[in-house]
């Protein structure tokens, strides 16, 4: 079984300022994928960002990076220069060759002006 | 089509009706997935399909809940004698294939109100 955790209900953050979303993760697999998606309120659910476990390097997409902590089972996603187009659930989730896609339950990320 | 299709995008039904969702996957997409979410709330995996491969069933809630993959291709969600919890938004996935190696991509979703 594999489980995605996500303990942090709901965050808020200024415009422009920097903001990091938590997820720990299990697995028994070696080789699996790891993903955020936002959903804002249209509900329409978007991929925001990809990591490979075997590659060691973080992934970064403009201003969406993530710190992947394997060993720790961390896999967190910082969002710099914060817009408002940004504020929506985000969802932290896990899979693998031999899994089913898993998600954690999500956080709110609400961006000020 | 280009993306993943939900029909309806909105249904209201009366409680003890039975219900049909439907999900059309991105043509030549392998892995389909069905997820339940509730106001707010996270996603609840409700059953995953791969190739031909039997059913990942393990989070349909009750025997109320089935689905069927006719095809390879468009699934179809229904649940028999509705309740008031029922009442959720359940989205529809598909991806290339299981592995990961691919994104999942989503549908708008079905906005599920049993009244």
């Known amino acids: 079984a594999q489980t995605v955790t996500q303990s942090q209900p709901e965050m808020s953050v200024q415009e422009a300022e920097t903001v990091t979303l938590s997820c720990t993760y299990d697995?028994?697999?070696?080789?699996?994928?790891l993903f955020w998606y936002k959903q804002p309120p249209s509900r329409q659910m978007i991929l925001v960002i990809r990591?490979?476990?075997?590659?060691?390097q973080n992934a970064t997409e403009n201003r969406f990076s993530v710190n992947f902590q394997k060993a720790a089972k961390s896999f967190s996603l910082k969002i710099s220069d914060s817009q408002l187009g940004d504020t929506a659930m985000y969802f932290c989730?896990?899979?693998?060759?031999?899994?089913?896609?898993?998600f954690g339950k999500g956080i709110t990320l609400s961006v000020r002006p | 089509g280009a993306g993943v299709s939900q029909s309806p995008s909105n249904k209201v039904t009366e409680k003890g009706k039975d219900v049909e969702l439907r999900c059309d996957p991105i043509?030549?997409?392998?892995?389909l997935y069905w997820y339940r979410q509730s106001l707010g709330q996270g996603l609840e995996f409700l059953i995953y399909?791969?190739?031909?491969?039997?059913?990942?069933k393990s989070g349909l809630p009750s025997d109320r809940f089935s689905a069927e993959r006719t095809g390879g291709s468009v699934s179809t969600l229904t649940i028999q004698r509705t309740q008031q919890e029922d009442s959720a938004v359940y989205l529809c996935?598909?991806?290339?294939?299981?592995?990961?190696?691919?994104?999942?991509?989503f549908g708008q979703g079905t906005r599920l109100t049993v009244v």
């Open positions: 996935a598909s991806s290339l294939d299981s592995t990961g190696v691919t994104e999942a991509f």
């Open positions: 697995t028994s697999e070696n080789n699996y994928y």
């Open positions: 990591q490979e476990a075997y590659k060691q």
């Open positions: 989730a896990l899979t693998g060759a031999n899994s089913k896609l898993t």
């Open positions: 043509s030549g997409h392998t892995a």
């Open positions: 399909f791969q190739g031909n491969s039997a059913p990942d």
